[in-house]
């Protein structure tokens, strides 16, 4: 399984970006996909995760009413739409995936992916 995740890119405050994150190997219909992020000198903490059937969407209290999850089951994708992005939201984001649901995506991941850096200039 692999996980290719792009998108990152540097930004003004106040900007929006899309990430993407594409899964290779096998589909995830009763698992979850979700992101997280290592900012420098931090620990790698959890973004926003979604179930892959139902759709339902957790989020980060840090990012809540800016960023969206969504996934497109036909291209075995999943999207993290920042919007009004802050300097605290530079770090590299990496995609990560379960194969059973979410509740296990938070703490202990399956598969990860490669990190895309998301740099936000104030």
């Known amino acids: 399984v692999q996980l290719q995740a792009s998108g990152g890119g540097l930004v003004q405050a106040g900007d929006s970006l899309r990430l993407s994150c594409v899964a290779a190997?096998?589909?995830?219909?009763?698992?979850?996909m979700g992101w997280f992020r290592q900012a420098p000198g931090k620990e790698r903490e959890f973004v926003a995760m979604?179930?892959?059937?139902?759709?339902?969407?957790y989020y980060a209290d840090s990012v809540k009413g800016r960023f969206t999850i969504s996934r497109d089951k036909a291209k075995n994708t999943v999207y993290l739409q920042m919007n009004s992005l802050k300097s605290e939201d530079t770090a590299v984001y990496y995609c990560?995936?379960?194969?059973?649901?979410?509740?296990?995506?938070?703490?202990?991941?399956?598969?990860w992916g490669q990190g895309t850096q998301v740099t936000v200039s104030s």
């Open positions: 990560a995936a379960h194969r059973f649901g979410t509740a296990g995506l938070r703490s202990a991941p399956d598969y």
């Open positions: 979604i179930h892959w059937k139902v759709g339902l969407a």
């Open positions: 190997g096998r589909t995830f219909d009763s698992g979850g």
